[in-house]
Antibody
Framework: EAQLLESGGGLVQPGGSLRLSCAAS????????MSWVRQAPGKGLEWVSA????????YYADSVKGRFTISRANSKNTLYLQMNSLRAEDTAVYYC??????????????WGQGTLVTVSS | EIVLTQSPGTLSLSPGERATLSCRAS???????LAWYQQKPGQAPRLLIY???SRATDIPDRFSGSGSGTDFTLTISRLEPEDFAVYYC?????????FGGGTKVESK
């Protein structure tokens, strides 16, 4: 069964940077698109970014475009999210999710347990 | 972007009762690309339904999805104690992917 384990969350000041990682196992990592989905404290779910199975195509929500960069290392079964110019409104639990599709984000078959990012001075 | 509106915000029911959750889209969801997730406190979401009506792996048949166009429904035929949770709908037919605000199913 697919397993996803996020890491890299923590406390960062506004304007700072953070890099999240997601280690995948239990499936052929390169066969699926992958996404990041976040959830602000007490709020609903928000899709953040996705990347195709090959890594050649990336997609972003308008709220993070130009500040966040998604990437993947298929040789290491690892997904990344580089977050720059962080704002208070980026505070959330960030989930790594295995997409049903290969080229683009569709629905999310498996989710990690999440990593908390707190942006505060 | 497609806005998904879920209703009601909270549903208070007893175990054994039927739950009917609604998800309405601001525009038609292409090819019924609509999914439903369950989330319990402190846990990640879990996929229940995709393609509006297909159950995900290992999901009990008391969960069913229906609808097309702009109106979708998740039905739980007989609530079990473990079904009390928050439920989200999500559309994946049009970029960007969007989620509804959620419906909390609580024990009466």
């Amino acid at each position: 069964e697919a397993q996803l384990l996020e890491s890299g969350g923590g406390l960062v000041q506004p304007g700072g940077s953070l890099r999240l990682s997601c280690a995948a196992s239990g499936f052929t990592f390169s066969s699926n698109a992958m996404s990041w989905v976040r959830q602000a404290p007490g709020k609903g779910l928000e899709w953040v970014s996705a990347i195709s199975g090959s890594g050649s195509s990336t997609y972003y929500a308008d709220s993070v475009k130009g500040r966040f960069t998604i990437s993947r290392a298929n040789s290491k079964n690892t997904l990344y999210l580089q977050m720059n110019s962080l704002r208070a409104e980026d505070t959330a639990v960030y989930y790594c999710a295995k997409d049903s599709g290969y080229v683009r984000a569709e629905y999310f078959q498996h989710w990690g347990q999440g990593t908390l990012v707190t942006v505060s001075s | 972007e497609i806005v998904l509106t879920q209703s009601p915000g909270t549903l208070s029911l007893s175990p054994g009762e039927r739950a009917t959750l609604s998800c309405r889209a601001s525009q038609s969801v292409s090819s019924s690309y609509l999914a439903w997730y369950q989330q319990k406190p402190g846990q990640a979401p879990r996929l229940l339904i995709y393609g509006a009506s297909s159950r995900a792996t290992d999901i009990p048949d008391r969960f069913s999805g229906s609808g097309s166009g702009t109106d979708f429904t998740l039905t739980i035929s007989r609530l079990e104690p473990e079904d009390f949770a928050v439920y989200y709908c999500q559309q994946y037919g049009t970029s960007p992917l969007t989620f509804g605000g959620g419906t909390k199913v609580e024990s009466k």
